[in-house]
T-cell receptor
Framework: GQNIDQPTEMTATEGAIVQINCTYQ??????LFWYQQHAGEAPTFLSYNVLDGLEEKGRFSSFLSRSKGYSYLLLKELQMKDSASYLCAVIDSNYQLIWGAGTKLIIKP | GAVVSQHPSWVICKSGTSVKIECRSL??????MFWYRQFPKQSLMLMATSNEGSKATYEQGVEKDKFLINHASLTLSTLTVTSAHPEDSSFYICSARDLRGNEQFFGPGTRLTVL
């Protein structure tokens, strides 16, 4: 079956760095997305990786290793507003979006 | 965990025809369902918010007469793309919020290709 695993919840301190991991087992791979979602709001796009390596965008970076079925989202200089759920999603060979359950990130002052 | 299904998974249709996509919450009741569209390598774009028993709220730029949404029960919402054209080809994703409103669960998406 197809599966995406990410931690349910993580806690970090304001100003620190946190890495949210995502592992996937899917039938084929056509890209991986990371989304941020604040409670009660629609998810917003953070990053898209289709090739191996690190994509940096401001305080957020996303890494992909296709051979390992692994990605991570790195958040630097954490701010209180970064408290949200972070969703990992993979597009499989049938162009279906396979969603992870999301990681709830709690930022403490 | 809560499961949201979509049917069909993918559909190919001719230009000018209408396509209906179903979104079901399988093991929970959803007062609110969301419909998104996603073009390749782009972010999810919210199209409309659907509340059970009332009219959907459409985002700016989304034609409500073209994208008909019906949320007839607490477990089913449908999106009908009327008079589909090739530019409507996209990934359509629904999500459902449970009664407590604490979480939002996404469906697997429906890939629409209009020839």
């Amino acid at each position: 079956g197809q599966n995406i695993d990410q931690p349910t919840e993580m806690t970090a301190t304001e100003g620190a760095i946190v890495q949210i991991n995502c592992t996937y087992q899917t039938s084929g791979f056509n890209g991986l997305f990371w989304y941020q979602q604040h409670a009660g709001e629609a998810p917003t796009f953070l990053s898209y990786n289709v090739l191996d390596g690190l994509e940096e965008k401001g305080r957020f970076s996303s890494f992909l290793s296709r051979s390992k079925g692994y990605s991570y989202l790195l958040l630097k200089e954490l701010q209180m507003k970064d408290s949200a759920s972070y969703l990992c999603a993979v597009i499989d060979s049938n162009y279906q979006l396979i969603w992870g359950a999301g990681t709830k990130l709690i930022i403490k002052p | 965990g809560a499961v949201v299904s979509q049917h069909p998974s993918w559909v190919i249709c001719k230009s000018g025809t209408s396509v209906k996509i179903e979104c079901r919450s399988l093991d929970f009741q959803a007062t609110t369902m969301f419909w998104y569209r996603q073009f390749p390598k782009q972010s999810l774009m919210l199209m409309a918010t659907s509340n059970e028993g009332s009219k959907a709220t459409y985002e700016q730029g989304v034609e409500k007469d073209k994208f008909l949404i019906n949320h007839a029960s607490l477990t089913l919402s449908t999106l009908t793309v009327t008079s589909a054209h090739p530019e409507d080809s996209s990934f359509y994703i629904c999500s459902a919020r449970d009664l407590r409103g604490n979480e939002q669960f996404f469906g697997p998406g429906t890939r629409l290709t209009v020839l």
